[in-house]
């Protein structure tokens, strides 16, 4: 039988990529022919890392893994998975509380560009990790070895010195 090369897109604030993602991604690329992470350039609150960070620590992460690309996009994640000729997007588990967004957002892009999305649960130990915990964390000190890459736990450490060096300098001037 013919072997139809199949493109997925993993989209994704990844701010920062964690360890449950990455378990997704290795997970993922067994199934695909190429796999494209993909960073959502749209502006999103409480923003840590610019989508050009990201996409750097990202693709130190992913060095060596065969057909597994990083990119950033803009505006609809539909748009730019048929602008890139992608036919699958792959989006994570953690919980069944991911079920209940994840389902209505499948459904919305298979409405709206007749994509289908395939979903891959990570392994138990990242099942309650999330970027949004991690930055919490990190902005405390927590030590985050076993949830994030140390390379990612580096920038954070970075990130937050200079930002409490920051408030520090606006406190005593
Ligand atoms: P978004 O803002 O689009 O939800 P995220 O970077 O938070 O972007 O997540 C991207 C995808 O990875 C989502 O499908 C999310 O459910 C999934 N994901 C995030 N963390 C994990 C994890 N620990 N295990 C499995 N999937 C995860």
Do not use: W
């Amino acid at each position: 039988m013919d072997h139809k090369f199949v493109r997925a897109v993993f989209p994704g604030s990844f701010d920062p990529i964690t360890n449950g993602h990455l378990d997704v991604v290795k997970r993922g690329m067994r199934l695909f022919d190429e796999l494209i992470i993909a960073v959502g350039r749209s502006p999103v609150k409480n923003q840590l890392f610019t989508p050009e960070e990201r996409v750097e620590m990202i693709a130190e992460l992913i060095e060596g893994l065969p057909g597994v690309v990083v990119e950033s996009f803009d505006g609809l994640t539909v748009e730019y998975a048929a602008k890139r000729q992608a036919t699958v997007i792959l989006r994570g588990l953690r919980s069944l509380t991911d079920v209940q967004y994840e389902f209505q957002l499948a459904l919305t892009n298979r409405a709206v560009a007749g994509i289908e999305t395939i979903f891959i649960m990570s392994s138990e130990q990242y099942g309650f990790t999330s970027s949004t915990l991690i930055r919490e964390v990190a902005s405390l000190g927590g030590d985050l070895s076993n949830l994030i890459p140390a390379s990612v736990q580096k920038r954070l450490a970075g990130r937050f010195s200079r930002l409490r060096a920051k408030q520090d300098d606006a406190a005593s001037g």
